[in-house]
């Protein structure tokens, strides 16, 4: 996980008695558990999701509800033992520096470990006085942390929030990127940062490693200019949550139905799906999506009529929820 050239940069630090972060956007120890005979992946039983393996627990977890499973040693679906874990998090990370740097005083600083105020104040007063050679973390350490004594921010992995499956990607990379970088060399030390990547020629980590916003932003508002995402329309999610997926899907069709009938001839208005959701189901309901694209006069009619729509189909359906929000941060 650590190239030679951080590697190399680690050991000078630590040498000069200097701190390091290390940033991986991905909690845990492996991403997933899978099969190398028939490519089964082991997935939550209530999400449609894969579970992340935590070494520290040995356990299966599902980060979107909490349930949890024991690691198969035998897969459930071919019955070979070529089942393991793939991918690697902040777990993985911790436990390879660890092995590299065993004299180092390391800790990690994720939703798993600093689970409390009481647990990362410890861990932030650790840091402030220099107990921590270094500081391994998720996005909770991107922003916000000011040690003066940090001369090195390696990021792992880089790339990972580009695939996110949202029209934010891109922007939300480009914040991590800047704003982890920014917490080495802030005081009179020289600071310094190695991204790590497998896309050393995609302009966002381009952008974010000479921290040039300006090119950023003119590539990012272009992009959402031609494919209508805000700030140049308004976007209006719709989800409808039901235990059932016949009924789900039923549901968001009649609510499809009703917003053509109603703005069909409205060029300002689009509509599109129904659609699964990006997870397509949480905690055993199941989820689909609608959204809307308009511009700022029609809002207030569009939001009256949606408050109108959602209290008919909740008054006959109680089991069912919609959910209706205004240019939410993640769409699906």
């Known amino acids: 996980m650590i190239s030679s050239l951080l590697y190399e940069k680690i050991k000078e630090k630590l040498k000069n008695k200097e701190q390091i972060i290390l940033f991986l956007n991905k909690i845990g120890h492996n991403s997933f558990t899978f099969c190398r005979q028939c490519g089964y992946v082991i997935k939550c039983e209530a999400c449609d999701v894969s579970m992340t393996y935590h070494k520290n627990v040995s356990k299966l977890v599902c980060h979107y509800c909490g349930r949890t499973k024991n690691q198969p040693h035998i897969c459930p679906s071919c019955g070979s033992n070529k089942i393991k874990e793939f991918g690697a998090g902040t777990e993985k990370l911790e436990e390879e520096i660890k092995a590299l740097f065993p004299k180092a005083n390391i800790i990690r600083m994720d939703s798993m470990t600093a689970k409390n105020k009481k647990t990362y104040e410890k861990m932030y007063k650790n840091m402030k006085e220099n107990k921590v050679d270094i500081l391994i973390g998720t996005q909770m350490i991107a922003k916000g942390l000011d040690f003066e004594n940090v001369t090195l921010v390696g990021i792992i992995s880089a790339d990972l929030s580009l695939n996110i499956n949202d ?133 207030e009619k569009i939001s009256d009529f949606l408050t109108r729509l959602k209290n008919y189909f909740i008054s006959k359906s109680k089991d069912t929820s919609i959910l209706i929000a205004l240019n939410p941060s993640d769409i699906n």
Do not use: H, M, W
């Open 167 to 299: 029209y934010t990607a891109y922007e939300t990379s480009f914040e991590l990127l800047t704003q982890v970088s920014g917490r080495a060399g802030r005081s009179d030390k020289k600071g310094e940062v190695i991204i790590q990547t497998y896309r050393p020629d995609n302009f966002v980590i381009n952008a974010a490693s000479k921290n040039d916003y300006e090119r950023f932003y003119k590539y990012e508002i272009e992009a959402r200019k031609a494919f209508d995402y805000p700030p140049f329309v308004n976007l209006i999610t719709i989800k409808v949550l039901n235990k059932s997926r016949i009924k789900c899907i039923d549901i968001s069709k009649k609510i499809k139905y009703y917003l053509d009938l109603e703005y069909e001839k409205d060029l300002d208005v689009k509509i599109i799906g129904p659609n699964p959701c990006k997870i397509s189901r949480i905690n055993n309901k199941y989820r689909y999506n609608i959204i809307i694209k308009t511009n700022e006069e029609k809002l």
